[in-house]
């Protein structure tokens, strides 16, 4: 087991390897940037129990799994609650037993919320999986468009017009794809929170160690991985900006955000469209949007692929004391956010919530 520091660039070379390849053998999940060392490496500097176990056959690394773990032995999915892609890096055909990869790693049990498809050792511990919607864009933007013409059509052409409308009413539509100025950063973030604290959503801004991942992602550069901020500019000003990590192949959709100023053009929706051009034409095969519900999800996306939820455990105490406390909290979401008479009256009144405590709410 290795701290994210303690890993050899030689381990690190040979991790990007197995993710670059993943395609190659049929499992191009496991190229996603949240299952890269850097992510792992960030992660460490902000939080504590970052692990790594490495799997070494003939002196030769064919296996990684990042992790969290606290001094009681309960073991997390590396960024678990803010990561969308989890499990083990490895090469093809190499399987392993999930009790005993935890205790190898001084695990009771590893909880994860997103864990990609071909982990299965894992995914029997899966107590339920969810499409995550996804936008293909290897075969070129002008294929994406047509997608889109013949399966959301109305959603294409008011996205345009609003992109004229812009253009006209306000100024200049300009977009860069990889901004580096690190103010523009900040004000994504402080648009986030406005936006959490607006729809009555828990700040995820507000936890320092998620500013400083941010952060850390924002200036870390390799031949495989990079922290792309994206924004749409009108009349030379932010109007919409996306953050997330990429690898060779695959886009994390992460934080997503616009002046609600600009509301009227839907800039995050043409920010997307904007990103998917840029995609395109820099090779990334495809847009991970991320599991959840949302209608531009559903208009944007070209398929879905599944990811799983759950733990895995080893028969000891401190595993069923965790399961017991997690599965209600679990299990009373997900039948909220599966059923939209539960799920509707439940966002209005986060939304409410939202407008009380940032001072909008009339009666």
């Known amino acids: 087991m290795y701290r994210p520091a303690e890993l050899s660039d030689a381990d690190r070379a040979a991790w990007s390897a197995l993710q670059s390849e993943a395609h ?165 973030m402080r648009w986030k929170s406005a936006q959490y604290r607006r729809t009555g959503r828990s700040d995820r801004f507000a936890q320092d160690w998620i500013v400083h991942l941010v952060e850390q992602l924002f200036h870390t550069r390799t031949d495989t991985f990079s922290g792309l901020l994206s924004v749409l500019y009108a009349d030379g000003w932010p109007v919409a900006a996306h953050f ?38 820099g090779g990334i095969a495809y847009i991970d949007l991320g599991r959840g519900q949302k209608e531009y999800k559903d208009a944007l996306k070209t398929r879905e692929v599944m990811v799983s939820e759950g733990w895995v455990m080893r028969h000891h105490p401190v595993a069923f004391g965790h399961r017991a406390h997690r599965t209600p909290v679990r299990a009373l979401r997900n039948t909220v956010v599966a059923r939209p008479e539960l799920f509707e009256p439940a966002d209005r009144l986060l939304k409410r919530m939202g407008e009380i405590r940032s001072g909008r709410f009339r009666k």
């Open 24 to 188: 190659l053998h049929g499992a191009p999940e496991l190229a996603n940037p949240f299952l890269s060392p850097e992510f792992a490496l960030a992660l460490g500097r902000c939080r504590r129990g970052v692990r790594i176990a490495v799997v070494r056959e003939g002196g030769e690394p064919v296996a990684f799994f990042a992790y969290q773990r606290s001094a009681a032995g309960v073991g997390r999915a590396l960024g678990l609650g803010v990561s969308d892609s989890q499990g083990v890096v490895h090469r093809p055909g190499f399987t392993w037993d999930a009790r005993g990869m935890l205790r190898a790693c001084g695990l009771a049990v590893w909880e994860f919320d997103h864990l990609v498809q071909g982990q299965g050792p894992f995914e029997a511990g899966a107590s339920g999986s969810f499409p995550s919607p996804v936008v293909d864009t290897l075969g070129g933007y002008d294929g994406y468009l047509a997608h889109l013409r013949t399966h959301a059509p109305k959603f294409l052409k008011s996205t345009l017009a609003k992109e004229r409308r812009l253009q006209r009413q306000v100024g200049d539509v300009r977009y860069v794809h990889d901004e580096r100025d690190p103010a523009v950063l900040r004000t994504l």
């Open 244 to 281: 997330g990590p990429r690898s060779k192949r695959i886009l994390a959709n992460w934080f997503p955000a616009y002046d609600p100023e600009f509301a009227k053009y839907s800039p995050g929706l043409l920010l997307q469209l904007k990103i998917a051009e840029g995609a395109a034409s």
